[in-house]
């Protein structure tokens, strides 16, 4: 149980079938692709049909899928958002239920329900990455060291397992200081990154 932020393959991206027990965010997405690809037309866009397809078994620093649990604190990150972003800002980096590998120039909103929302709010990821990439530096955070492929929790348990820790007595500085804070920067950072590097949504579930 818990939340999560997981990538989506193609063939999850564009199926709307559900069968009558499943809930809200089981079966396929469909119908939020649908929504998008009738809003990026109405904009003037391009539809958005080159969502790879998810691997068929998840292997571990493949950088191939994405999969995160939202566990430690977000007071903490949010006290460096109001610090360091201005409230639009911190919409565009926060305020998402998925997050699509192109520009866009302000979030698109569509009536769609998503696993913790009754209205899908659809953000660009170069524009969260441009504002993770902010806080990081702010932070000093070690992009070297932290992993950058998140296939399984990757991110989540070298935070909360111990190798943060390490790494922060290793290298001070103020993403040591908060950890919780330090994770969710280093959260959103890899999500864009790997929207962008991969081509597919990322949605929470």
């Known amino acids: 149980m ?23 965010e089981e079966g396929g997405r469909g119908a939020l692709a649908s929504a998008l690809g009738a809003e990026l ?7 958005y049909r080159s969502v790879p397809e998810a691997p068929e078994r998840m292997v571990r620093g493949a950088g191939m899928s994405f999969e995160e649990k939202l566990v430690p604190s977000m007071d903490g990150f949010e006290a460096l958002c109001r610090t360091h972003l201005s409230p639009e800002e911190h919409d565009v980096l926060c305020g998402w239920s ?4 192109f520009s866009l120039d302000e979030a698109i909103r569509l ?5 913790y929302t009754d209205t899908a709010v659809v953000a660009g990821a170069p524009q969260v990455l441009a504002l993770a990439e902010r806080l990081a530096t702010v932070v000093a955070l070690p992009v070297d060291e932290i992993p950058a492929a998140c296939d399984n929790l990757d991110l989540t348990m070298w935070f909360l397992d111990g190798p943060a820790k390490d790494a ?3 290298r001070p500085g103020p993403w040591g200081e908060d ?5 969710y920067v280093a959260l959103y950072l890899r ?11 990322i949605v929470y579930c």
């Open 111 to 115: 009536p769609v329900a998503t696993a």
């Open 179 to 183: 950890l919780d804070a330090a994770f």
């Open 168 to 170: 922060a007595a290793a």
């Open 98 to 101: 998925v997050l699509v590998p």
């Open 41 to 47: 037309s109405r904009r003037g866009l391009p539809p």
């Open 2 to 24: 818990g939340i999560y932020l997981v990538s989506v393959g193609a063939r999850e991206w564009f199926d709307e079938a559900k069968d009558e027990d499943d809930d809200e």
């Open 191 to 201: 999500a864009a990154q790997h929207s962008l590097r991969r081509g597919c949504p």
